[in-house]
């Protein structure tokens, strides 16, 4: 894959981050309300500098209000919001040149080849031509479609219409990134290219928020915030997010035999668990506070019972899954589970 | 970092949307083809199509039975001109109505039953003339051939009646050298005072002078007219009247007064012989009609009926694509979510203009250069001013309607709206610019509309550098110009609010300040 020029991390970004960790984005209490229930409610939420910051939730859930709000196409009704140190309905050129924005759906021209459409995106920033010229032979190397430049978009692939638009909302290097579901209806392979680039983009230094509808795609971020019917559920880190779905760790145990009730009750206490389960003959899934500190134990009780302990492992539950246990529980709903 | 805020950045950034406006035109050939050519062929089948002269009328003759007129049906329609084919004669309104119910006739000339006492008695007959049409223009072209028409037959009797006062003035022959004679024996009578002599030439000059006048009969007024016209002489008419009282008054008198009266007498025989001989040589049609009007256009300005609309068609389809196109451009960008990225950009409202202004110009004028070229190459139209004056007035005619477009598109939520409106605006240029009715025939209440169009300056513009060869007026470009210019700042206003970003106002702001503390 080739790479944007800004490969390594920008000197003056580094700078900034040894100082503080700064915030790109700071929301309290913001809200937006289009009609009767239907906006954004008291979000309150911080996004650090370099970092990627998922933002999930169904759809219709504000996603997209969000980033109008941040980007300053809307006005918000009430509380603070504050992009780069700035209110976004303050930018000037200057502060928007530091913005990058992929909108959910293609505003590309398809009667423009990919070149000209990207050559457009790096003109609407003031990017004269011999600076425009380095940055789209770097930038359609970045997503892959140098080789196709001269392709007009109506005959391009649905893949490489949104590369085009990822590639636009890079054209200008700018420094804040915002993604509104960058790979919704795109298929798994290019979808796990897409964040191999997102990745990429915050080891050269940028802040990227992303919007997605994909919960597996929670994974790659840095944190997390989880939005439904216009209000912030919460935002943690991807492992907190689980710990918050399951109620803590969850740890599978394989037993060669099946436990009596008398041998679970003792496991339950001894592995301090706060939930149980057993899934099939011999196997058992717990809720525990620290899956690492607790397995030694386990095993040391089931040696000194005579019971034979084949597997002992921590469960990752797939994000999907976090996202519905999540939802259920902080919405006032009942979580699924044992 | 790029030049966001200086010069350079804004020319790129309307530069970009230059090229991109232009490109996505022309990269749909099909699309311009069709808008080019479509209009081409509509002109075409109209120019090969349209007929300037006025309709040849299916006419029915209703003749009264007895009348007489079906037998001289034939010369009746000679009578009506040209523009009148008949096709029947038949003796009632009914049935002629019935033939124009069924298109074999267009209209129905009735001539009334009683025409000649009618006009005996005093009183104009009427003939009149039946239709069915409702087109005001097709009703008025009826209306004139109504009028044209029975102008016609008047003519035509009248000039029946001198052809018969002609032939009974070949018959005063005999009276006239008859009463030349007498005067001549009342003259050496007189000179012999020989009473008798005298008395009997009297009585044979009043004799023959009251035969000259039943011979004339009623076109010895006719005479007198001709007269008055070959000689410019006084009011004359009943001088043959008067000279027969003149002569009975002889009777009686003396030898001084016979001699100065016979010679006045003499001299008038002379001149009525002089009359008769005018009346008889004169073109009887020239006798009815003295004058005849001819048009001159002392320019020499011939222009061919086709070419004059012309003008009206490049400017009028100029103003239409180029205002389409402006109107959807930016209905697009806002469909398709491109305002919203726009807004997110350093871009301007006014950067955003001028692009899409000078794209629609190259577009606009290359459209007005095929649909001239067309014209030229397909009916040989040739402007007799400057080339240059006629590019200018197509480009005056692209600046003013890319405004319109663009306030348009203000006002359009879709595609399919903004193309409706630009339809309507269409249809009202049509009506109001001078294409088909000139603005002069409009209600000065009403004209400020045309002058609402970028078209009706285009047309005045185009007519005087194609058919004067001259520079359209200043009052004209001047008009143009102004028109051209507050649409262009309006557009810019509605342009900046659609690409600026969502500031608040200040009292929002404190709404929002407050809200949060």
Known sequence: ?338 | MADNRGISGGFTRSYAFFKKDVLEVLRQPRLLLTLVIGPFLILFLFGIGFDPDPPVLKTVLVAPPGSGLSERSEDLAAALGAQANLVGVVPSVDEATAMIDSREANIAVVIPEDAVETVRSGEQAVITILHDQIDPFEAGVVELFAVGAINQVNREVLQDLVVMGQEEAEQVEQPLPEARAAVEVMEQAARSEDDDAFEKGRSDLEAALTNLSAELGPSSSVLNRVNEQTTGGEESEGALDAAISRVKALEGSTGEERVAELEALSAELDEMEATIEDFRSLDPAVLVSPFRGEAVNYRNLDVVDMHFYIPGVVSLLVQHLTLTFAALSLVKERSQGAVELFRVSPLSGGEMLAGKYLANVVVGLLVGAALTAAAVFAFDFRPIGSWLWYGLAVLLVVLAAQGIGFVLSALAKTESQAVQYAMITLLVSIFFCGFFISIDRLLPSVRPVSYLLPATYGIRALQEVSFWGRAPSWELIGGGVVLALVLALLALGLMRRSVRAARPSRREARALEKATA
């Not at chain 1, 502060?95 to 959910?104: F, I, K, T």
């Not at chain 1, 505003?107 to 070149?115: A, D």
């Not at chain 1, 439904?228 to 969850?250: C, F, I, K």
């Open chain 1, 1 to 338: 894959m080739d790479e944007l020029p800004q490969t390594e991390p920008e000197p003056e970004l580094l700078e900034e981050a040894k100082a503080e960790p700064e915030l790109a984005i700071t929301t309290q209490r913001l809200t937006k309300e289009f009609e009767e229930g239907v906006g954004v409610f008291d979000l309150d939420l911080e996004v650090p500098q370099r970092t990627i910051f998922g933002f999930i939730g169904p759809s219709g859930s504000g996603k997209t209000t969000t980033i109008r709000l941040m980007t300053g196409v809307v006005r918000p009704d009430s509380g603070q919001l504050t992009v780069l140190g700035k209110q976004p309905v303050e930018f000037d050129r200057r502060d928007r040149a530091d913005l990058g924005y992929m909108p959910q759906l293609s505003v590309l021209y398809p009667e423009l080849s990919i070149r000209q459409n990207l050559s457009f995106a790096a003109s609407l920033f003031g990017m004269g031509w011999r600076e425009r010229h380095q940055s789209l032979k770097e930038t359609l190397g970045f997503v892959e479609l140098w080789d196709d430049r001269h392709r007009l978009l109506r005959e391009s692939s649905g893949g490489m219409q949104r590369r085009l638009a990822l590639a636009a909302t890079l054209i200008h290097n700018p420094e804040l990134l915002f993604l509104d579901e960058p790979t919704a209806g795109i298929d798994p392979v290019l979808r796990r290219k897409f964040w191999d680039h997102f990745l990429e983009l915050k080891d050269q230094g940028r802040t990227l928020f992303i919007t997605t509808q994909y919960v597996g795609e929670a994974a790659y971020c840095d944190q997390v915030g989880v939005l439904a019917d216009g209000r912030l559920l919460t935002v943690d880190t991807p492992d907190g997010l689980r710990r918050q779905a399951m109620g803590g760790e969850v740890l599978d145990l394989k037993f060669a035999a099946s436990l009596d009730p008398a041998q679970i009750e003792e496991l339950v206490r001894v592995a301090s668990a706060t939930d149980w389960d057993q899934r099939r003959y011999g196997e058992y899934r717990l809720v525990v506070e620290d899956a690492g500190e607790v397995s030694p134990a386990i095993g040391a009780w089931a040696r000194e019972k005579g019971l034979e302990l084949e597997t002992a492992e921590p469960y990752l539950p797939p994000f999907d899954d976090v996202f519905v246990e999540l939802v259920g529980r902080l919405n006032g709903g009942e979580p699924n589970g044992g």
